[in-house]
């Protein structure tokens, strides 16, 4: 069954018709042509998918895209501001946090919210802390001390 | 998965209205959703009660809280109230899932989701429990990590919500919307059954029941509350045994306790015995032991989980050291 939506994707607004078994993730990757998030498990084992829905990161295979009919996403095409990488993505360069990159985008949208998040908290971040916060995404070519690296760079 | 119709409820009434035969309610998404791509849950019709304005997390005039049922999990969490007035159910959510399925998990969907046992969420296999009468393939299969207490000849399942389990300690009230805008109020434990003969049943719930709220009752000493969760990795997975306690001791007395088990059955379980033979003891770790083993004494674990039955005696020590 079909359904008009419309959604703010990294800033353009996007008038959409899908069917009502669409994903977010399906969404973007197959009506807009966004193939940054990625999929990987497809039942919010793995983070892959990560994006931030209204500001907020969530594994987006879940999401139906008829229920979040008037969000704003941000993909992992959307962190970069004009050309220029976030200071995330400079650090997970900088300290090769990554090898396939499979699991990068899903990374960088769930570590630019935690940052956010621990902000908003007052929390410290501090390895074991980015850890914890950061479980939601697996990398199976386990670049995990790099990815903590970087993120610990940037929340210095 | 199969094709549905989505609506959006106006208000719980119209929600309400709305449910019938083939119909489910959607929360966030992230266990329905997940049962959908595999098959388990073939709804017609989705009625969306994520968007309902049971969206607030308010102090009542009694001291206690109220946190709408479409609160997301991680704005519990990290509620300033829930924080300083129940640290077990800030902890106990804090421990389950991943931060992205927390910002998209609701309150209600938390206390509705589905078991993960293996057998459940594979349509290729019987399970009484989604398919009643078709059998149990757990009880002689794959089972370490399935019940030791409560279970049934139809089911050895588990309850998977860590929320669940601190709100059974802290005794919430389960606030319910049902047919004919009739209001409930379901205590916990008493939200969700053991299996007996009906493993298809989860709840106490009547088709068409909405939850809208859940109300803690004012516990000023569960100040000293905590949750510990015991899993087969640091993070990011379902509990093998979890423990939510709160200790009210004096003059090294216990004067009050509240201990529940996640983990172990397939409701979120209340140690009403350990709690009852821990009052008037001696806060320390010989009382703490024997109350672990009052409750524990019912245990029957199934050929491949006795190693659950210490281990949850332990960790309902720990616990209980770790808050004197």
């Known amino acids: 069954m079909e359904a008009e939506i419309t959604l703010r994707i990294n800033g353009d607004e996007h008038r959409v018709s899908v069917d009502t078994r669409t994903t977010l993730l399906d969404l973007l990757r197959e009506h807009v042509g966004l193939t940054g998030a990625k999929k990987g498990c497809d039942h919010g084992q793995c983070g892959s998918c990560t994006i931030l829905i209204d500001g907020r990161r969530a594994t987006s295979c879940l999401a139906l895209a008829v229920a979040h009919d008037g969000a704003e996403l941000t993909t992992v095409e959307g962190l970069a501001d004009d050309g220029e990488l976030s200071p995330l993505q400079a650090a997970f360069i900088e300290h090769d946090a990554f090898q396939c990159g499979y699991c990068t985008p899903g990374q960088l949208c769930s570590a630019t919210a935690v940052l956010a998040e621990a902000r908003a908290e007052d929390a410290t971040l501090d390895a074991d802390e980015i850890r914890e916060r950061m479980a939601g995404n697996i990398c199976r070519c386990g670049a995990y001390p790099n990815i903590v690296a970087a993120i610990a760079d940037v929340a210095s | ?324």
């Not at chain 2, 083939?22 to 073939?42: C, F, P």
């Not at chain 2, 969907?109 to 057998?119: E, I, P």
């Not at chain 2, 009052?279 to 004494?297: C, I, S, T, V």
Request: proline share 6%; aromatic share 4%.
């Open chain 2, 1 to 324: 998965m199969r094709p549905f119709a989505y609506e959006r409820a106006a208000d719980a009434d119209a929600a309400v209205r709305a449910m019938g035969d083939g119909a489910r309610y959607l929360g966030g998404g992230t266990n329905l959703v997940d049962l959908m791509k595999l098959g388990v849950e073939t709804p017609e019709r989705l009625i969306d009660v994520a968007r309902l304005a049971h969206d607030a997390i308010e102090e009542t005039p009694e001291g206690g809280l109220r946190i709408g049922a479409a609160v997301r999990n991680s704005d519990v969490a990290t509620g300033a109230l829930v924080r300083e007035r129940y640290p077990v159910l800030a902890q106990a959510l804090l421990a389950g899932a991943s931060g992205q399925l927390r910002n998209l998990a609701t309150v209600g969907g938390n206390l509705l989701q589905r078991t993960r046992c293996s057998y459940f969420q594979d349509v290729s296999k019987p399970c009484n429990k989604r398919a009643p009468g078709s059998g149990c393939p757990a009880r002689e299969g794959e089972h370490r990590n399935l019940a030791i207490l409560g279970h049934s000849e139809a089911c050895v399942a588990t309850h998977p919500s860590d929320m669940a389990v601190a709100l059974t300690a802290l005794g919430a009230t389960v606030h319910v919307r049902g047919r004919g805008s009739t209001e409930r109020a379901i205590p916990m434990p008493g939200l969700h059954r053991l299996p007996d003969a009906e493993p298809q049943r989860d709840t106490v719930l009547e088709p068409g029941d909405l939850i809208t709220a859940v109300e803690l009752p004012p516990l000023p000493w569960a100040t000293r509350s905590a949750y510990r969760k015991v899993r087969e990795r640091a993070s990011f997975s379902f509990a093998v045994v979890s423990v939510a306690a709160a200790l009210d001791v004096s003059d090294g007395v216990v004067r009050d306790c509240r201990i529940a088990l996640g983990g172990v059955a397939h409701a979120p379980w209340r140690a009403a015995r350990a709690e009852e033979a821990l009052r008037g003891q001696p806060a320390g770790e010989d009382a703490f032991a024997a109350a672990a083993d009052a409750e524990l004494a019912a245990a029957q674990p199934l050929r491949d989980n006795g190693y659950k039955v210490p281990l949850a005696r332990n960790v309902i020590v720990r616990t209980l050291q770790e808050l004197v």
